[in-house]
């Protein structure tokens, strides 16, 4: 059984930093799309960021680029998000979720939440003006 940990939110300033991680145990072999979510109160789920386990790949949404980062350590089976630049309206819960993949050259991870079966159970992250 896949099970996602999030840690490192908390409340910063505008313009303050903060680092998620997300610790994965129970995976099997191969490689695998590990996402961040997130969803703030009234709004749809948004995928923030992506990264394919097999070549570290990445992906972000707009809103993001060039302020976060998304990263990993494979022997610990952990997953970073670096948020600096942080702005009111990244204030949301953030989720970690993954699935098993197996892409392509040209292949990328999906942005849609409904493509990942496994989840955290999310870390609150607020950003005042």
């Known amino acids: 059984q896949v099970q996602l940990v999030e840690s490192g939110g908390g409340s910063v300033q505008a313009g303050g930093s903060l680092r998620l991680s997300c610790a994965a145990s129970g995976y099997t072999y191969g490689s695998h799309c590990m996402g961040w979510f997130r969803q703030a109160p009234g709004k749809e789920r948004e995928g923030v960021a992506s990264?394919?386990?097999?070549?570290?790949?990445?992906y972000y949404t707009d809103s993001v680029k060039g302020r976060f980062a998304i990263s990993q350590d494979n022997a610990k089976n952990t997953v970073y998000l670096q948020m600096n630049s942080l702005k009111p309206e990244d204030t949301a819960m953030y989720y970690c979720a993954s699935y098993r993949a197996r892409l392509g050259v040209a292949g990328a991870c999906s942005t849609a939440g409904s493509s990942y079966p496994y989840w955290g159970q999310g870390t609150q992250v607020t950003v005042s003006s």
């Open positions: 990264i394919y386990t097999g070549d570290g790949r990445t």
